[in-house]
């Protein structure tokens, strides 16, 4: 038996509560393995992980794990859950070996892994004016030695690499929602605005969608699809993505409900404990949440809903939690809208989820110096020491190739809203 590594990414809730019926019959003292392996050993975006403590099974049930390589010590790089395996028997399974691939015919059916090579850099480091083809459209990037971020130094350049290297990562958070548009053609300390309307502005290529706003305005919102809309967009000066709740597909029912904690003189580190003090309630609910840095001065907590409930439902479940969470640390949260009457205290945001709406999507850049990133989160790394400017433009890449997309979750099937609300009442009686 061999030890290959961990892997913390592709299920959901409901299988790790199937899963757990299948492990407590095989729970053993007996490690299995003829060297015990070091369970909590660091990495590069994990340097002190949390001291885990293995639960030995008897090695009987199989599973299929994902993974893009091996490394020289014999463990899984980007591994990811794909199953059980009940049609294998543990005896029959045996080491993968490479082998040459044979003359590939057809590869139309073929998706693009989320791994492998790192895809390399759109532009070159020289040419101050360059024009790339994306998905068959030529696109032209100009004035590319602009400093977006002084501070730091990172110019459009820059940002236009790394949106052309993050774009299997965030254009599943992009894909069908219609955008706001916050250009930043003078860098972070520029003059910026907001655009939602590019009609007649956009390439003809582009996708779009017409939206009568509450106050009876036409606008045609640019919508998310794939790299060639993600680079154009940035060539317009969106430092940021600001992607809806919803898709064009439902545009009146969101995928996600948005728990938005917004600081104002509080320190990072009461961010963290409210955001952990979410995460104990919906724990407590059993519904699962999902972190990721604001990469401002915040956290974001995305609960899936699978785009089955409305605006308005979405909302007044987030403002069930938020009044807990007010209830429970009243002496630094507030609940007012408006700044005048909150204290400096932190705003817990529920009305964000809202028609039109929008935060700085899952990976997405920030206006902000350090050019820091809004990055997903594991559970385990909401804890003191966390630092926005863990993540920037600089390590985003490389970390999400690391961990994976921990994010994936928000678009999954959604939680029973119903159910969470019976969970919630049987809690206050």
């Known amino acids: 038996l061999q030890y290959v590594g961990k892997v913390g990414t592709g299920f959901n809730e409901k ?152 774009a299997d990562y965030i254009l599943p958070y992009l894909k069908d929602r219609p955008l706001s548009l916050n250009r930043f053609p003078s860098g972070i300390h520029g003059k910026s605005f907001y655009q939602k309307d590019v009609k007649g502005k956009a390439p003809e290529w582009a996708k779009t969608f017409p939206y009568t706003t509450s106050d009876g305005e036409e606008k045609e919102y640019l919508v998310g699809d794939k790299e060639d809309t993600l680079m154009w967009m940035a060539s317009l000066g969106c430092i940021e993505i600001n992607p809806w709740f919803s898709t064009t597909k439902h545009p009146d029912n969101p995928d996600y409900c948005v728990i938005d904690l917004d600081p104002d003189k509080n320190t990072f580190e009461q961010v963290i404990q409210v955001a952990c003090e979410v995460k104990n309630i919906l724990d407590a609910v059993g519904i699962p949440g999902y972190p990721k840095t604001s990469g401002s001065t915040g956290m974001h907590i995305y609960i899936p809903l699978g785009a089955k409930y409305t605006y308005d439902q979405s909302q007044l479940f987030a403002k069930l939690i938020v009044t807990f969470i007010h209830q429970q640390l009243g002496e630094f949260t507030s609940m007012e809208r408006q700044i005048k009457n909150r204290g400096g205290k932190m705003y817990l945001d529920f009305l964000q989820n809202r028609p039109g709406a929008t935060i700085a999507g899952p990976y997405s850049l920030r206006p902000k110096p350090g050019a820091t990133v809004s990055m997903p989160l594991d559970w385990s790394e909401v804890r003191p020491g966390l630092t926005m400017k863990d993540f920037t433009i600089l390590n985003a890449v490389d970390r999400v190739r690391e961990v994976g997309d921990l994010f994936e979750g928000t678009l999954g099937k959604g939680i029973d809203m119903d159910a969470a609300l019976a969970k919630i009442k049987s809690l206050l009686q």
Request: net charge positive; glycine share 4%.
């Open 15 to 166: 299988m790790q509560r199937e899963m757990m019926k299948k492990f407590e019959p095989l729970i053993t003292d007996k490690n299995p393995f003829p060297i015990t392996p070091d369970v909590n050993k660091p990495s590069r975006f994990r340097p002190n992980p949390p001291k885990a403590k293995a639960t030995w099974l008897k090695p009987e049930l199989i599973c299929e794990v994902s993974f893009t390589e091996m490394t020289d010590d014999g463990v899984f790089r980007h591994p990811s859950f794909q199953g059980m395996r009940e049609d294998k028997k543990a005896s029959e399974v045996i080491l993968e070996t490479a082998a040459e691939a044979g003359e590939v015919k057809d590869a139309s059916g073929l998706v693009k892994p989320l791994s492998g090579k790192p895809p390399q850099t759109l532009l070159n480091p020289k040419e101050e004016t360059q024009v790339k083809k994306i998905n068959r459209h030529s696109l032209k990037f100009t004035n590319l030695s602009k400093v977006y971020w002084p501070e730091d130094g990172y110019t459009k350049r820059d940002m236009f690499n790394y949106y052309y290297q993050i």
